[in-house]
């Protein structure tokens, strides 16, 4: 009943979980995924306004079995003090990017065009390529690296995505 | 103030440590110099770690209470793994404590270092660093606390060597305060009166009972349910003992071994209540096959054993015994007069048996047999893993809780012998048996002096096939009866094995007769089936501690089975 691979159901979903601010929590939480086989596709950790927590953004691919254990399984870690899918709810996600990309002169314009259109920045400039900065939801981000990718993306860091809740529906 | 090596010792008295299963080294030296000066601790050395951890496990089994071993650091640390994960498997409460290298030698591949935690993390309810002696206080208490509540499990305290050595002026706290840890106790009251109309309104229900009924105290009222509703009841490995298999209303054990009667009830109820057990696959065999007809009421103390398996009607996560104290009055008195009959029948139909030996040697399933008459089922059993462990589920009566301790999540083999000395340490009055193989004697043979140093008269039964028998058994029945590294004779060994019986050695090695003499034991060989009940009757009466070995039918086998991934319908019967 796990990760079934060809479950139509199978979806990404989000995971605020609120966490001890202590040494080994991370390696507990990765470990538990790796143990019981479930997919974190990103992860993001850092402290909460109380710096006594931190907060962990996590998304997960699997169908809405595994996603109950999950939940259930991070429920039950001592230093986990909150899971909270977003999935079901109100919420808002963003995910920064980093990336170059080829510039050479006659092409500049239309890339500076595009980082325009997208509201991206271009935060460093080299002979040949050019570093643009992008800020946006996933389907932003997608979007963004669509339009992008004629032009020859020569590196690419991605934050992962970080959300917040709005509140239950 | 005192040092951290005092404080672990204060914390352990408060807590009401009453024994402690733990080997020295020079992480853990600190430590140990203060135990010497605890009044109220005793201490047993075993072995080896993994005795330690069985001991303490077993300790804590068959008395309710929390189990303490501690190791050194490294490779006293990792020889600990597989108790932890024997403790976890099965839900029981232990803290186990580690000596590490100093804080500031962490991560330099100092002498003797692993890293404790990291390996330990997944075998463990919670493990803690203690990194600041400052903190061992509130560690020593939050440990003790989350080992025993919620559904409890093993948690380790690693102590750095500065650690122990460190002073502190911190008292114990008198309150456990971590927010992330809130185990929910009370059961929804809506879940709890919605299972209560189920069940009034079943007409062929089932009470499918685990380990957790044990664990929470919860044998009574249990009972109280079954009779009240007249509802049949099967339980796990894990649950024997949990409801009287006299009881007319019982059906024994269930599962890949269990009786057919309780397979049957499972497949063809209506409801299945599931009482604290947790849809093990052994239990299960193919998940689309179990209780096809049923709804499924799932109560348990930790809410991701619910649905984790097997689909789940309705959830009630509590603590059984005020679930089930909840529960009782609003589930009305009724009868099952037809469904009850019918398990009966199947009970009647296909009891627990097996056929003689065709050569005339001991079977197994009759030193079983014989353990529960000569003993007028009053023996605690403490099993290894393997066809003994099945044997003695399906053929001693097991009417009483926390006297059938066996290794069913994780199967360890090895378990059986520490087991029942940490058993034993635990119920001094008590007639502790072991139930072991061949095989799994082998294990951990190194603990039969710590029973005989402490006087503990522990009998402990070798039932010799001369194979790794459960394992024979798949490969006859599943793999062309190909005996791939499971003869333990001399004779009969494969190819690859390159071992020629040879005329200067006896054909069975060890001589465990011999053997038990060498740690100080009385020992009998028996083959002879008219000696098995004489032979159990003087080991028995004679608070010496007791090796037995039978020498017993080499091909007999655990039936009935139901194959892996199987289901009712395919249960095997007979197989020779
Ligand atoms: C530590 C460990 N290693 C391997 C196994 C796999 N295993 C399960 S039962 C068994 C054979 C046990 O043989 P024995 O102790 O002689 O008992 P028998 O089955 O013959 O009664 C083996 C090898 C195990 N359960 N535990």
């Not at chain 2, 499924?296 to 619910?306: F, L, Q, T």
């Not at chain 2, 809780?401 to 199967?411: A, I």
């Not at chain 2, 060498?518 to 004679?542: H, M, N, Q, T």
Request: glycine content about 10%; aromatic content about 6%; hydrophobic content about 40%.
């Amino acid at each position: 009943m796990k990760t079934a691979d060809n479950n139509p159901m199978k979806q990404k979903h989000i995971i605020n979980a609120t966490v001890e601010n202590q040494p080994g929590v991370l390696s507990r939480i990765v470990g538990l995924f790796s143990g019981r086989g479930y997919n974190i596709d990103t992860l993001n950790v850092g402290p909460c306004a109380d710096p006594m927590f931190s907060r962990m953004t996590i998304t997960v691919i699997g169908d809405e079995h595994v996603l109950e254990q999950v939940t259930k399984q991070l429920n039950k870690l001592v230093d986990v003090i909150k899971v909270n899918d977003l999935t079901s709810q109100r919420y808002l996600e963003r995910e920064l990017i980093l990336l170059d990309v080829a510039a050479p002169r006659n092409k500049r314009a239309e890339i500076m065009e595009i980082v325009a259109l997208f509201k991206a920045s271009i935060i460093g400039v080299r002979e040949n390529f050019v570093t643009i900065q992008f800020v946006g939801s996933r389907e932003d981000v997608e979007d963004f690296l669509r339009v992008l990718r004629p032009y020859s993306i020569m590196d690419l860091s991605r934050s992962g995505l970080l959300a917040v809740s709005r509140g239950a529906d | 103030m005192r040092s951290g090596a005092r404080c672990v010792i204060e914390g352990l008295e408060k807590v009401g440590c009453k024994v402690l299963f733990g080997y020295p080294g020079g992480q853990i030296i600190n430590v140990f110099a203060e135990l010497i000066k605890s009044r109220s601790i005793r201490f047993v050395l075993p072995r080896h770690e993994q005795g330690a951890v069985h001991m303490a496990d077993a300790y804590a089994r068959a008395t309710g209470e929390v189990g303490f071993c501690m190791v050194t650091s490294g490779p006293g640390a990792t020889n600990t793994v597989t108790g932890l994960a024997t403790a976890n498997m099965d839900g029981v409460p232990l803290v186990c404590l580690s000596g590490q290298v100093s804080t500031t030698m962490i991560g330099n591949d100092a002498f003797q270092e692993a890293d404790t935690c990291g390996i330990t993390r997944s075998v463990t309810k919670h493990n803690f660093l203690v990194r600041d002696v400052n903190d061992l206080p509130r560690v020593m208490v939050e440990a003790y606390h989350i080992a025993r509540t919620g559904k409890p499990g093993p948690v380790l305290i690693d102590l750095p060597k500065d650690v122990q050595v460190g002073r502190t002026a911190v008292p114990f706290p008198d309150t456990f305060t971590r927010v992330g840890y809130r185990p929910s106790y009370e059961g929804h009251p809506k879940m709890i009166s919605r299972l209560a109309s189920l069940i009034n309104s079943a007409d062929r229900p089932l009470l499918y009972v685990g380990g957790g009924v044990i664990a929470a105290g919860a044998c009574g009222l249990l009972a109280e349910l079954a009779h009240k509703a007249d509802i049949p009841v099967t339980t796990t490995l894990m649950a024997l003992g949990a409801f009287p298999e006299t009881d007319p209303l019982s059906l024994c054990m269930c599962g890949m071994h269990g009786m057919i009667a309780a397979n049957m009830a499972i497949s063809e109820c209506d409801l299945l209540i599931s009482v604290g057990a947790r849809f093990d696959d052994r239990v299960t065999g193919k998940v689309s096959g179990f209780a096809p007809n049923a709804k499924i009421a799932h109560i348990d103390i930790d809410p991701s054993a619910i649905g984790k398996s097997v689909r789940c009607d309705l959830p009630v996560v509590g603590h059984l015994e005020v679930v089930l104290k909840a529960l009782l009055p609003q589930v009305r008195e009724q009868k099952h007069a037809s469904w009850v009959e019918k398990c009966l029948d199947w009970k009647k139909a296909d009891p627990f048996s097996y056929e003689p030996s065709p050569s005339g040697a001991i079977m197994p399933q009759y030193v079983i047999e014989q353990i529960d008459a000569v003993s007028g089922g009053k023996a605690l059993i403490c099993t290894d893993v393997g066809q003994g462990q099945m044997f003695a589920a399906q053929f001693f009566r097991h009417n009483t809780p926390r006297n059938f301790l066996s290794s069913g999540g994780l199967g360890t083999m090895g378990f059986g012998l520490p087991g029942v000395i940490g058993a034993q340490i635990g119920r001094p009055g008590q007639l502790c048996v072991c139930v072991t193989g061949d095989g799994g004697m082998q294990m951990n043979l190194q603990e039969l002096v710590v029973a005989v140093e402490h006087k503990l008269p522990v009998k402990v039964l070798i039932l010799n096939n001369g194979y790794l028998g459960n394992v024979r058994q798949w490969q006859d029945m599943f793999f062309g009866r190909v005996h791939s590294a499971t003869v333990l004779t001399q004779d009969g060994r494969p190819e690859n094995e390159h071992i020629k019986a040879s005329p200067d050695l006896p054909a069975y090695l060890p001589d465990f007769v011999k053997l038990a003499e060498a740690y100080g034991a009385k020992a009998r060989r028996i083959s002879a089936p008219e000696d098995v009940a004489p032979a159990l009757k003087e080991a028995f009466d004679d608070p010496s501690v007791w090796v037995l070995e039978f020498i017993v039918e080499p091909m007999s086998n655990v039936l009935p089975m139901i194959p892996p991934g199987g289901s009712v319908k395919d249960t095997i019967r007979r197989f020779s």
